[in-house]
């Protein structure tokens, strides 16, 4: 009550940060008459003059206000548009590193030049964050034009670039990329051989776009760079074909996670079904031999039961395409991880391609908290506030709109069933198509869409059907569907990035239209022609009550409710919004109150009736809550198991960074072989104990096979008070002075030498580590069964594992270097490779969706080779030296000479 009457008389925290602001947009507006008279050549010149002052010591904050109306003076000439005073509120609002939430329609592309401009002037360079890679080229050639008017640079990241090509996009002012693009780049930076191979600078400052769908909806998804493995398609089959002779007796299915597991009775006739087929070691399913046995057991189960054709992914072309669930749209080239994307190839029969191995990762709340500052700009994101500051430490400030929302949001109907509701909705669409009020229906599954498509032909209506099979024409579609009588079916609107303008859109019809129209004033007559037509029908359309939006259900997030809503009512035009549910949606079916509700709609509703309720609505609003903090739990726990290895990899890639830098290694090498010695001797003759229990046999071998050559152990141990130390150090100096010989031929090439094995085997190390942290994360929840928490295990295990992996790293470079024999080429000759195309991924941890940013990347595989030195298979550069067939190979692969450029003889 209190706190009522306070916002009453004061405003609400949101409303008083808006007011402040208002006092800087009243500053802006008086410089626009100073601003107005310059001329083109004056107005550019001010980025020069506000370079200038910001060397002298003036801060961004002083030049805001004169830099904001310098931008608005900029697009006026060069785009026609002026940014309105709420726009200046929400370029102050992105400025201070916190969330705009505008409404659509409100211009957020153009909000984005005031603050990208003002911290582009600092030369640090500004990324603008788009979640596709159509918007980042539309934005970057659409706000481009202000940024080039004013003398700043601006590049473009999409798939496909070159690297040179991406470096001198990451250094121009200004740069527009995807979200998965910048992630990418980065883990591949961090897996390159040296410095000038790298493509990012350092982190300055990002504008997300569509903050929520990146930062939220995405976040549940760690960003991973793979390598292949091994070929088991022949086992996929197999497992499949014994999952398909299952039965819901058989398993649990959990449809909120997706995850399903086998019941007693399913066991056993598992067990019996996979002895006949000779794929069982032992008796029991579960003993350790058939670990790879089951868990392809557990991903056929998933592919056959959890994921539904044309829901889940379509099969196209002979292949699986997933569909992404928060877009809707084809993801080409994308694939599940841990064995489910060639578990669903072997349900649908189509060719199975092999898995992969993580050789990189990050999650997009690790990548984006290393930006010193971050903002973001969206329709929706008020309802997601506590995450974006306990995650991101953005706040979210509302923005008013320029002209007050006219759009009228209807209460829900509720159904029995499906049926009904699809038939009243077909109904009320072909009574709105014939007032001539277009109509946007929203579904959330390409199976729902063609369903609602069916009804609506019965009708006799005429309609377009936006989804995953049809995102080729996505941006034309959504682009008429606010002409007269339009009916459009999508089924997700998030990241569409086209405004829906009521009569239609002039640019894409006279694509449409008259693109084999040759220039002249024939084109210039039907261009006029058409700007009439579309003005006489926005008339037509907003007296028959502008866009209509329906939606089919529910979806889990209100935000994804609030975006499809959103796309009516646009800068002051009418509007109407109205959702249909009913008890079969997924949301009320698993989420929603079971018994009093179902009881009640079905004994109190007749076949075809509807009912409509604020209590029912509520009720919808309390599952939706429940779901949105499920995901946030879900994706709290990502980032807290990411935030353990975020530690390691920031000390890794610091490590690599600072390899590359060097000119010479020669301490860091000392430093590994002396550790490496030091720790060898100890482990044979333990700190305490007596001569004659020192394991001298054990310590002679282990010295010969790292360091490359027989020290006179037994002679030593012979002599009278001899210590632990006196050993090791006489190792060390044995070891230090056989690689001053072999270094003594070509210093400079060795130096080139050490750089390469080292990162070689970093890399290799970190490789494999990350493969034990993900086994590690699989199992270390079972260890809640002995009361322990599985967060504060896993951080005591990877702590230990990644101790134990820089052991590992410092053995490897001093075997490696200490048994090599290496000839020395012409040091001109000496290149460093450049790194493969890995297939990059985007996998949920719960649904497994994949949105990555490489596709086609299956056919691109390739492992990361040792830098500098020829491939195994070509003639080998190391015969007549005597090698062992079973000594590393001296090429620094870390692989037996055997099998690696022995291979070749």
Not at 421 to 450: D, M
Request: aromatic share 6%.
């Amino acid at each position: 009550m209190i706190g009522a009457i306070a916002k009453a008389l004061f405003g609400s925290s949101n409303d008083r940060i808006v007011k402040n602001h208002e006092k800087t947009a009243r500053l802006i507006a008086a410089y626009e008459p100073t601003i107005e008279a310059l001329t083109d050549e004056e107005l550019a010149a001010q980025t020069a003059k506000f370079r200038r002052l910001l060397e002298e010591g003036k801060t961004l904050d002083d030049l805001l206000p004169e830099a904001f109306a310098t931008v608005r003076e900029a697009s006026k000439r060069v785009l026609g548009m002026r940014h309105f005073d709420v726009q200046m509120i929400g370029g102050m609002v992105l400025h201070n590193g916190e969330i705009a939430e505008m409404r659509t329609g409100e211009g957020k592309t153009l909000v984005a030049t005031l603050a990208v401009y003002l911290n582009a002037l600092e030369g640090k360079g500004v990324h603008v964050v788009t979640v596709n890679d159509y918007l980042a080229r539309r934005d970057a050639e659409w706000m481009g034009q202000v940024y080039k008017f004013l003398g700043l640079t601006v590049g473009i990241i999409v798939p496909n670039l070159s690297e040179p090509e991406r470096r001198a996009a990451y250094e121009a002012d200004i740069t527009y990329a995807t979200n998965n693009e910048l992630g990418f780049d980065y883990l591949r930076d961090n897996m390159k051989q040296d410095r000038g191979q790298m493509v990012h600078r350092p982190f300055n400052y990002a504008i997300v776009d569509e903050v929520d769908s990146i930062l939220i909806d995405e976040a549940r998804t760690p960003l991973i760079i793979s390598g292949p493995t091994d070929d088991k398609s022949e086992m996929y089959v197999q497992v499949d074909a014994i999952v398909k002779q299952l039965v819901p007796e058989d398993y649990d299915a959990d449809e909120k996670t997706k995850n399903i597991t086998l019941t007693e009775d399913g066991v056993e006739k598992v067990e019996r079904m996979f002895e006949a087929a000779g794929m069982l070691e032992g008796s029991n399913l579960y003993d350790v031999e058939n670990t790879q046995v089951v868990h392809h057991l557990g991903e056929a189960l998933r592919a056959n039961v959890m994921f539904k054709r044309d829901i889940d992914y379509i099969v196209k072309d002979g292949k699986v395409v997933i569909i992404d669930e928060f877009t809707g749209r084809m993801m080409d080239g994308r694939r599940w991880s841990n064995g489910l994307h060639q578990a669903v190839e072997a349900k649908e029969g189509v060719q199975i391609e092999p898995e992969n191995q993580t050789m990189a990762s990050i999650t997009f709340q690790n990548y984006f908290r290393m930006y010193p500052k971050i903002s973001g700009m969206t329709g929706t994101a008020a309802t997601e506030a506590p995450e974006f500051w306990d995650i991101y430490k953005m706040s979210v400030v509302t923005i008013p709109t320029n002209v007050p929302v006219q759009r009228v949001d209807e209460e829900d109907e509720f159904y029995k069933n499906t049926a009904d509701k699809f038939q009243a909705i077909a109904k009320l669409i072909a009574e709105k198509s014939r007032s001539g009020q277009p109509v946007l229906v929203g579904t959330v599954s390409i199976e729902k869409s063609e369903l609602l498509s069916e009804f609506l032909r019965q009708e006799g209506v005429e309609h377009a059907v936006l989804n995953a099979r049809f995102h080729e024409r996505e941006a034309h579609i959504v682009a008429q569907a606010g002409r007269l009588g339009a009916v459009t079916i999508a089924t997700n609107m998030a990241g569409r990035g086209t405004d829906i303008q009521l009569g239609g859109n002039v640019e894409f019809r006279v694509e449409d239209e008259l693109s084999g129209m040759a220039e002249g004033p024939e084109r210039d007559a039907a261009i006029e022609a058409i700007k009439a037509e579309v003005a006489a029908e926005k008339a037509q359309v907003l007296a028959a009550g502008g866009l209509c939006v329906i939606g089919t259900e529910r979806h889990e997030s209100r935000r994804i409710d609030n975006q499809l809503r959103g796309r009516s009512g646009r800068q002051g035009d009418p509007g109407l919004s109205k959702f249909y549910l009913c008890l079969e949606d997924d949301l009320l079916r698993i989420f929603g109150p079971d018994t009093l509700f179902s009881r009640m709609m079905n004994s109190n509703l007749a076949d075809g009736e509807a009912i409509g309720s604020k209590w029912l609505s509520k009720a919808i609003e309390t599952a939706q809550k429940k779901v949105e903090a499920r995901n946030y739990d879900v994706r709290k726990q990502v980032v807290e198991y990411d935030d353990v290895m975020n530690d390691q990899r920031k000390v890794i890639y610091e490590q690599r960074a600072d390899i590359m830098d060097a000119d010479a290694l020669d301490d860091v090498v000392v430093d590994m072989r002396h550790d490496t010695i030091n720790a060898m001797v100890g482990d044979a003759c333990p700190p305490g104990s007596y001569p004659e229990q020192w394991d001298v046999q054990g310590l002679a071998a282990r010295s010969a096979d790292l360091l490359g050559f027989e020290a006179p152990l037994a002679d030593w141990m012979a002599e009278d008070g001899v210590e632990p130390d006196m050993i090791a150090q006489r190792l060390v100096e044995a070891a230090d002075t056989r690689m001053a010989e072999k270094s003594a031929d070509n210093p400079d090439l060795w130096r080139q030498v050490e750089k390469s094995v080292l990162l070689d085997r970093l890399d290799h190390h970190w490789k494999e580590h990350l493969a034990t942290l993900d086994a590690l994360r699989q199992v270390v929840f079972l260890r809640a069964y002995a009361q322990k928490t599985p967060i504060n295990e896993y951080k005591q295990e990877a702590f230990s594992l990644f101790e134990r992996m820089l052991d590992g790293i410092r053995e490897d470079v001093t075997r490696i270097l200490m048994t090599s024999e290496i000839r020395f080429p012409d040091p001109a000759a000496f290149e460093l490779p450049d790194l493969p195309d890995f297939l990059t991924s985007h996998i949920d941890p719960l649904t497994g969706v994949d949105d990555a940013s490489t596709p086609g990347a299956a056919a691109m595989m390739g492992a990361l080779g040792s830098a500098g030195f020829a491939a195994a298979g070509q003639a080998d550069p190391y015969a007549g030296q005597g090698l062992s067939r079973n000594a590393p190979c001296p090429c620094g692969s870390g692989e037996k000479y055997k099998h690696c450029h022995g291979s070749a003889g």
